[in-house]
């Protein structure tokens, strides 16, 4: 009986043994790392003693925007070249001569490019719809379109003007307009009644000049 408790006492003097050196060396390890810890600051300190910070950049408010002022006279002379270039005033007979398929042609165009024009074999690069507008509205619509196509480098463009079913008595009232403005137009070469499949009576292909022309 005596041994036994002397064997207990003994491994419990070992064990407390064992905890305080490892409590010993927990603390010395805490020791070292709060210690180079405290050389790399040190060393870091040294390395920036001499820099000095950068200045804080300039802020800058931005101005309010400003309104585009009106082109009035941009404005108006678009007005008078829409009058001047599509109007209604001028009689298509003194320009030039339609045929029964209601197709349209400059002197110097041949009568190839409007057979090709007819048959579809010009890709149609742009298109118009000025179903549902007055007059006045298509009239402006058509001029701007024309004048924007060119610029792009459009060649052939369709213009659907409709077959007048919608309107008073179903007179097609845009269709002999449109073909009237084109004619009108320096920036068209060509054009004829569009075919079936790209709108038929309802539509005209227009052949446009080069805009480098």
Do not use: Y
């Amino acid at each position: 009986m005596k041994s036994t408790m002397q064997e207990h006492l003994a491994g419990v003097k070992r064990a407390l043994e064992e905890r305080r050196r490892t409590e010993e060396r927990e603390a010395r390890e805490r020791r070292a790392a709060g210690a180079q810890r405290d050389r790399e600051a040190a060393a870091f300190r040294e390395a920036t003693r001499d820099v000095v910070p950068l200045p804080a950049p300039a802020r800058l408010t931005p101005a309010a925007p400003r309104v585009a002022p009106v082109a009035h006279m941009h404005l108006r002379d678009e007005a008078e070249a829409l009058a001047s270039s599509l109007s209604d005033q001028i009689s298509t007979d003194s320009l030039i001569d339609t045929d029964d398929t209601l197709s349209f042609a400059r002197p110097g165009v041949g009568p190839a490019t409007v057979r090709k024009l007819r048959r579809g074999q010009w890709v149609i690069q742009g298109q118009i719809d000025l179903h549902g507008l007055t007059r006045e509205e298509a009239r402006e619509a058509l001029f701007h379109f024309l004048q924007d196509t060119l610029k792009a480098g459009q060649r052939c463009v369709r213009v659907v003007h409709g077959k007048g079913l919608g309107s008073k008595n179903r007179t097609p009232v845009l269709k002999a307009k449109v073909r009237h403005w084109l004619m009108q137009s320096e920036a068209v070469l060509a054009f004829t009644q569009a075919r079936g499949e790209d709108g038929g009576a309802g539509a005209v292909i227009v052949l446009l000049r080069s805009s480098t022309s």
